[in-house]
Antibody
Framework: EVQLVESGGGVVRPGGSLRLSCAAS????????MSWVRQSPGRGLEWVSS????????TYADSVKGRVTISRDNGKNSLYLQMDGLRTEDTALYYC?????????????????WGQGTQVIVSS | SYELTQPPAVSVSPGQTATITCSGD??????VSWYQQKPGQSPVLVIH???KRPSGIPERFSGSNSGSTATLTISGTQAMDEADYYC????????FGGGTRLTVL
């Protein structure tokens, strides 16, 4: 069974930092690209960042570019999101998601498994 | 930046067909996926690459995409289908629609 378990969320002041982690199990981790998607309270889904199976080709939403770094450790079956310079608008539930390897990355990129999410609250 | 537009809400009677649309510039030239999200739960992929159903998704869920509009169709809608539905495409980046709340009443 595919499992994605996020951790590292919490309450942080504006300008602060957090490192989100995602522990993956139940599948061959380095067969898949991975991504982060967030959802603000009562709002829709927003893609944040993606990374290829190799750890290369990271991509970022304009709303977080320059403040966020995605990375992965295939030896530990783990995905990370380093978030710096946090803003109140970054408050959201952050989901770790698996790219469907049918077309990981590129024009048909989509997400076939989602974690339960980790909550990030940015508030003074 | 590329935008996907969905109606905020759609309602349907049990057993009837629900249609949820997703509009975007030349969307028919892109692949569209659909996700279902029930209250308090994580999203679930129900359609990918316009019309493909992942294993475990009931046959009553189908998708199409042409021109500037993609459509998610739920035939014989059941009470358990009441949820938020999001479309998603890729235009140099992943893009989600704003979501549609489906009410079965």
């Amino acid at each position: 069974e595919v499992q994605l378990v996020e951790s590292g969320g919490g309450v942080v002041r504006p300008g602060g930092s957090l490192r989100l982690s995602c522990a993956a199990s139940g599948f061959i981790f380095d067969d898949h690209g991975m991504s982060w998607v967030r959802q603000s309270p009562g709002r829709g889904l927003e893609w944040v960042s993606s990374i290829a199976w190799s750890g290369g080709s990271p991509t970022y939403a304009d709303s977080v570019k320059g403040r966020v770094t995605i990375s992965r450790d295939n030896g530990k079956n783990s995905l990370y999101l380093q978030m710096d310079g946090l803003r109140t608008e970054d408050t959201a539930l952050y989901y770790c998601v698996r790219d469907d390897k049918v077309c990981s990355g590129g024009s048909c990129q989509h997400f076939d498994h989602w974690g339960q999410g980790t909550q990030v609250i940015v508030s003074s | 930046s590329y935008e996907l537009t969905q109606p905020p809400a759609v309602s349907v009677s049990p057993g009837q067909t629900a249609t949820i649309t997703c509009s975007g510039d030349k969307l028919g030239d892109k692949f569209v996926s659909w996700y279902q999200q029930k209250p308090g739960q994580s999203p679930v992929l129900v359609i990918h690459q316009d019309r493909k159903r992942p294993s475990g998704i009931p046959e009553r869920f189908s998708g199409s995409n042409s021109g500037s509009t993609a459509t998610l169709t739920i035939s014989g809608t059941q009470a358990m289908d009441e949820a938020d539905y999001y479309c998603q495409a890729w235009d140099s980046r992943v893009v989600f629609g704003g979501g549609t709340r489906l009410t079965v009443l």
